[in-house]
């Protein structure tokens, strides 16, 4: 433990302001002790909103609707374009429209149990009872959900759970919800009650006497830095996989919002969750840019295999039967090629690392349908699948009709972010976090289909209640925008870019995110040791070194400078990538999508330590090159009780 | 392979800009363009030079960032991709490749081949939309939509607002775009009490952010990501015509 003492400082428990009684009323309780601001004065309250993802475009529609005045802020340069657009799979709701006994509680049952027993079971549960009002949401903005002959809405099953809850829009359930919400917003702009800022960069946050009074935004196109000041912030920014450089996410995704928000004081909560998708495109070669997702229903009637013998060049149809290694079937018989992500990524990894890697970086495993379609025959393979091989096709230029395809795993969600209690408020008074951006629900895993379910529930019916109870019962003094610590926010921002323009070395902000991404995967990735993390930790540390020495950024912050916009995201990331290392060396157990070699089971499957970890590690920033403090919140289950996963 | 890039180079809407000539090797045919542009970008910063400014943001064809007229061809050659899914090894080792932004009068260029597409936010903003208010939602099936129907509102609704289909289009007309968020909305029951007010809306938007007027060359929907299809547009036109001759409402 000593050491340990030096790598962070202890601090006191962080309370998440759970209502008391029973877990079904506890929202209802709340909402009804909350305070109201009287609709006339509404219009004196100013709201900012950084992010118009499914969180935001959803949150300040609500606050819009409302009456209250809202600024609304993003990077793209339309809010229709923000990250949420590219969800494919589908969105959870407990309709019971089956009749198949689905409900709230088993809803909620699912995604405690799915995120290992380390999220709080109160958000969960209302999240579940919020999820079939999402629904409700999205048909009457005319969000063109699948339906089936008869009118009704259709459903699927969706992620390995046992009733079917997901509601889809063909492939593109994301870019439709974004669009409801999206539509939803611009007539709030019509109407004059939201402000949108596009082609907007959030740098920092305001804090004045400890309460969160606004953010520091740069003007990509002029390179204007100006203070936009409110009476509550809301951060809406989305998910940091870029930390890993390749993932499944948007090129833009980033953490610089809430890393500066930490770096004011919010506390940042496990940041090692990270989720791996087992079904992506495996990189082709050095110039790859970013990873695309295959759904995972693929899964359902591809074999996954690699050669038995390392090293073993021969094309896949010359590889005879017992020269094939199905990994999974051979390992897990009862649940075979459907395992959790998780167990599927891991195994992947492995049977990669030692040699039997396929394709021509020998980076990837066969998912084969040969089998399927002589079983099925090609055209139920092509109803089903159609669309995801005509993608891979595109991709990699292969066709999976005719030789397997190669998948490996690629990091796809993070579920650690800025710590908020149960009305998605930070540690900071006037700082909301929602969306991916929060670490609220997911714990150390989330299960298919709950993100978009997420990040609306916060958006349109939980952050509108809870930002107008924090407004009705607080006074503030005005904030003008001469207050030393507006003028020293902007004045921070400033030299920040000033320094990045400054260095004039030679390396590219690129080759840096690179570099950053190849010591995350590799030491920090799919499994993570001591001995691992603490190599991470001095590389990360001699990479942060190397980019204030030797990063290049070319022209200036007085128009729009692109290059300028990535290196100040990268320097974030490293930090981030630092404290990700910390929380991870730190949480000694396996949980979700946290594997430390050293907790596994008999049968290498994650094994969690209930004793000792069952909390949410909450980290607080002290300053540069300080430790940081650790606090926690003690996870209590009540209403479901803890248990160990099996799959074998 | 290498390749011979022509591309446009532009450092502010105040400038005339130009077309510039690069020559760039061992460009991988398994990469996409945008990533052979990344490799373009990598170059010139080794040689202390302004990167190309290009829009981006998700590669996988969905966000509608991403948008630049290779050769001519909006998005490229290939027929229902944009171009971060387009691929090298559509190229030929030595091949000189023209890229510019999008040209249209309502999309004025901000640098190299970044333009202004906010006329498309602001179009919507006439209409784009139902009007409802968060909380009143009645339950989900209450509302029945025949299948058929609501296939028709999703072919519209995967418009991705690229811009590809102005800058196709000879007279830089936002035509297809427009009937797309007429036709998704339009053929759900939720979309029928603002029907006719919307596509007057939309319409009339779209004239007045300077974008030409269709006369069915079809050019859009040749270069359209999402293929939406033609007949969007004469619903649209029928819509507008009976709003004009006073059938809102009916
Ligand atoms: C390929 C893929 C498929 C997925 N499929 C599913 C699925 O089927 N079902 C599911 O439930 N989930 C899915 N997910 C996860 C889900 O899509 C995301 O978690 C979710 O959409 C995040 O929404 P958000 O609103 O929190 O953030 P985002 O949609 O990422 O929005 C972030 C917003 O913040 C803005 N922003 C960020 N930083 C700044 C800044 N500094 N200044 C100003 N603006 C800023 C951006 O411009 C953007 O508007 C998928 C994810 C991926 C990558
Ligand atoms: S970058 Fe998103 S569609 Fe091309």
Not at chain 1, 550 to 579: C, T
């Amino acid at each position: 433990m000593s050491e340990h003492v030096r790598l962070w400082q202890e601090g006191p428990e962080l309370d998440g302001r759970v209502p008391p009684g029973s877990i079904e009323n506890k929202w209802d309780d709340l909402r009804f002790s909350m305070k109201l601001v009287a609709p006339a004065n509404r219009r004196h309250h100013h709201v900012v909103v950084v992010g118009s993802g499914l969180a935001g475009a959803s949150v300040a529609t609500a606050l819009g609707e409302q009456g209250y005045r809202v600024s609304c802020f993003c990077f793209q340069d339309s809010p229709r374009r923000a990250h949420s657009v590219a969800a494919q799979g589908g969105i959870n709701a407990a309709k019971n429209y089956r009749n198949d006994g689905d409900s709230i509680r088993r809803l909620f049952y699912d995604t405690v149990k799915g995120g290992d027993y380390r999220s709080r079971e109160s958000n969960i549960h209302r999240l579940a009872q919020i999820s079939t009002e999402i629904i409700d949401q999205g048909v009457a903005q005319g969000v063109p959900f699948a339906r089936e002959y008869g009118g009704y809405l259709d459903n699927r099953s969706f992620g390995g759970v046992q009733v079917s809850r997901t509601f889809y829009a063909r492939g593109q359930t994301g870019q439709q919800l974004l669009l409801g919400a999206y539509q939803s917003l611009t007539r709030q702009i019509a109407a004059g009650q939201v402000e949108m800022h596009v082609r907007s960069e959030m740098l920092d946050l305001i804090v004045v006497d400890g309460i969160a009074r606004g953010i520091v935004v740069r003007n990509l196109l002029t390179g204007e830095l100006r203070a936009v000041l409110g009476d509550a912030v809301v951060l809406a920014t989305g998910g940091y996989s870029n930390v890993f450089f390749l993932s499944t996410n948007a090129k833009g995704c980033n953490v610089t919002a809430i890393w500066r928000a930490y770096r004011r004081g919010a506390v940042f909560a496990n940041p090692c969750y990270t989720q791996i998708h087992p079904t992506c495109i495996p990189p082709s070669g050095s110039h790859q840019s970013k990873l695309t997702l295959m759904s995972e229903s693929l899964r359902n009637d591809g074999r996954i295999w690699v050669p038995r013998h390392p090293g073993d060049t021969r094309s896949p149809d010359a590889v005879p039967e017992p020269d094939r290694y199905y990994f999974l079937e051979e390992k897990y018989p009862s649940f075979g090629n459907l395992v959790p992500r998780d167990v599927a990524s891991r195994n992947a990894k492995h049977v990669v690392d030692e040699g039997m890697g396929v394709g021509p970086q020998k980076n990837g495993v066969y998912l084969d349908f040969s089998e399927a379609m002589e079983r099925l025959g090609r055209a139920t393979i092509e109803q089903r699948y159609g669309n995801l091989f005509d993608m891979y096709h595109s991709i990699t230029g292969e066709d999976p009709y005719a030789v397997p395809m190669r998948i490996y795993p690629a990091v796809h969600y993070t579920m650690g972010g800025l710590w908020v209690d149960y009305q998605l408020q930070s540690n900071v008074p006037g700082l909301f976090v929602l969306g991916e951006a929060n670490f609220s629900d997911h714990g150390a895993n989330r299960l298919g289909a709950s993100a978009l379910m997420q990040g609306l529930a916060d958006g349109y019916f939980i952050a509108p209640y809870t930002i107008g109870n924090y407004l009705a019962g607080t006074d503030r003094t005005a904030v003008t925008a001469d207050a030393p610590e507006v003028t020293g926010t902007i004045a921070d921002v400033r030299n920040r870019l000033s320094a990045l323009l400054g260095i004039q070395g030679r390396r590219t902000a690129l080759a840096l995110h690179r570099e950053l991404g190849h010591i995350m995967w590799e030491q920090c990735g799919m499994a993570r040791t001591a001995e691992s993390l603490s190599t991470a930790r001095t590389r990360l540390q001699e990479l942060r070194e190397s980019f204030w020495n030797d990063l290049y950024v070319p022209g200036d912050a007085g128009s729009l400078n692109q290059n300028l916009e990535f290196a100040g995201r990268v320097a974030d990331l490293i930090e981030l990538g630092e404290l990700l290392v910390l929380d991870a060396l730190h949480r000694e157990e396996s949980c979700g999508g946290h594997f430390r070699e050293e907790s596994q089971t008999a049968d290498g499957e994650a094994k969690r330590n209930d004793e000792e970890f069952s909390y949410v590690a909450g980290w607080t920033w002290q300053g540069e090159g300080a430790a940081p403090m650790l606090r926690r919140e003690p996870l209590e289950f009540e209403a479901v009780r803890l248990s160990e996963r099996s799959y074998s | 392979m290498k390749l011979h890039l022509r591309v446009w180079r532009q450092t502010s809407a105040e400038d005339r800009g130009r077309f510039e000539d690069y020559e760039l090797d061992d460009v991988s045919p398994d990469s996409s363009f945008l990533e052979m542009l990344d490799l373009l970008n990598e170059q010139l910063l080794e040689q202390r030079k302004m990167p190309v400014a290009f829009d981006h943001d998700c590669r996988e064809g969905i966000c509608g960032m991403c948008g630049l007229m290779v050769d001519g061809m909006a998005h490229g050659p290939i027929p229902g991709h944009t171009v971060c899914q387009l691929h090298m090894r559509h190229f030929k080792d030595g091949d000189r490749i023209v890229i510019e932004p999008w040209r249209v009068a309502a999309f004025p260029v901000v640098q190299d081949l970044v333009v202004d597409r906010g006329s498309f936010d602001r179009i919507l903003q006439h209409g784009g939309f139902i009007s409802f208010a968060t909380g009143t939602a009645p339950e989900a099936n209450s509302i029945l939509i025949p299948k058929d129907r609501a296939d028709t509102a999703m072919d519209a609704a995967t418009c991705i607002g690229c811009g590809a289909c102005a800058a196709a289009c000879p007279n830089g007309s936002a035509t297809l775009f427009t009937a797309a968020k007429v036709g998704h909305l339009g053929h759900l029951p939720q979309g029928q009490p603002e029907r006719y007010q919307r596509v007057v809306g939309m319409v009339d938007q779209m004239d007045a952010e300077g974008f030409g007027g269709c006369t069915n060359v079809g050019a859009c929907t040749s270069v359209c990501p999402k293929e939406i299809g033609q007949d969007f547009i004469s619903q649209m036109n029928r819509d507008y015509r009976r709003a004009m001759l006073g059938g809102a409402g009916d």
